[in-house]
């Protein structure tokens, strides 16, 4: 079973840990990791707690385009992930792949008879 979590507008999957790659960004201690902010409100979706963040296209080509944000990698025990019209997420060590979650409208949905 896949592990995933959700906050806000992001879902990140747990994935197997992998050596960072891409463009990569580790946070200092003063500073956060900001995944995604808020178009309206100006919040945002932010480790700061010390994670590394990288953006490997090559490991999102099943992600539609336009979705994918990034990888997370935790090293510590934990870290939380915070926004300020959302729950903390506390997230164990391991590595995430961080995506926009699209809204689903009625006409998306289909049905599928076998």
Known sequence: MEELY????????RVADRSPSGTVVENVEAGPIIL?????SGHSHAFYDRVTMFRDDRLARDIPAGL?????????PS???Q?????TLTLPKGTYRVRRQ????????RIVVD
């Open 36 to 40: 995604a902010e808020g178009e309206a």
């Open 102 to 109: 699209r809204e689903s409208q009625p006409q998306d949905a």
């Open 6 to 13: 959700a906050q806000g507008d992001l879902l990140l999957e």
């Open 79 to 81: 870290a939380r992930l």
């Open 68 to 76: 994918y944000v990034g990888h997370v990698r935790i090293e510590a």
């Open 83 to 87: 926004h300020e019209e959302h729950g």
